[in-house]
Structures are given as structure tokens and as C-alpha cells.
């Protein structure tokens, strides 16, 4: 099931920036915000999931908080080079990366590297591990090249509506 451009309306686009801020909020306060009843508000959310335009609904750790007790980790920006960019070389990488839990986000992109991708470790040892099970013992990845977080100053998920 598609949901045409033309189907969205201001409620609907009012709704996104909402649940995009805070999705959190109770079905009551998101339809007061929006100025519909809670039915409405429930059904048109209902109808968001359903077509995929709301993809799912997660909570946004602090770093920094948890760091006492869980530790700093690591936290990288990998660029990423494959030998071959045939379509079937790039969609198994894409998987491959795709099913691994450090990989936090994966980017195909032009020009420069294939990839970048935003990874997430406990720590050195767990990042080694990783390398060698994505990229070392893959024969088709030719560089790869880490930035390593020293701070992270934002960090968002958010999708420009207007």
C-alpha cells in the first residue's frame, strides 16, 4: 500500500514533525497538538506505520550518561572502497553490513568511497573483531579508511517536511 504526496495533508505532515520531536507523546496530547479528536489522530498514525512513512520508533541513549557505567566506547566513521561496484558486489556488501548490530548507519556513496558507514563498539578489541569480519577477510573491499569520534556534538535522525 503507497501513500501518494497528494495524500498527505497538513494534519498528516503536523503529525511527522511531531512524532519526529518527541514520539513519545500520548495519543491525547499528540491530537491536541495537532487539533484533532484522539480517534483521528490514532487512525491517521495507524495509517502512517502501515505505509512505511513512519519506519519505527526508537529512544535516543545519552552517550555521555551512560558512559559511567557502561563506558565510552567507540564510536567511527568508516569509509569504505570495494574492488568491484557492480550492482550485485555493492547489494552484498549492503547486507552483509546490514545484519551486523555495530553497524549503526550505512551510506552508498558518490564520489570518493562506496560506503560510509557509523559504527558503534565496547571497545578496541570488539572494533578489531569487527574490521576483520566485515572487511579484512572480504576480498572485495580494496580501502578502508576510520574517523574516530573524539565527541559527539549532535546527533539527529530527523527529515526535513517543509
Known sequence: MSLLQS???????????????????????LAELVHVSPPTCLRRVKRLRDVGLIEREIAVLSVDALAPIIGHGLCAVVEITLD?????????????????????QCYRVSPGPDFCLVVHARDMPGYLALTQRL????????????FFSIKRSKFGARVPLR
Open 135 to 146: 572487511f579484512t577477510f572480504d576480498a572485495n573491499v580494496r580501502n578502508v579508511k576510520t
Open 7 to 29: 495524500e498527505l495533508d497538513a494534519i498528516d505532515l503536523q503529525l511527522l514533525e511531531r512524532l519526529q520531536n518527541d514520539a513519545s507523546l500520548s495519543n491525547q496530547a
Open 84 to 104: 568491484r561496484q557492480d550492482q550485485d558486489a555493492l547489494e552484498a556488501f549492503e547486507l552483509k553490513v546490514a545484519q551486523e548490530d555495530a553497524v549503526q
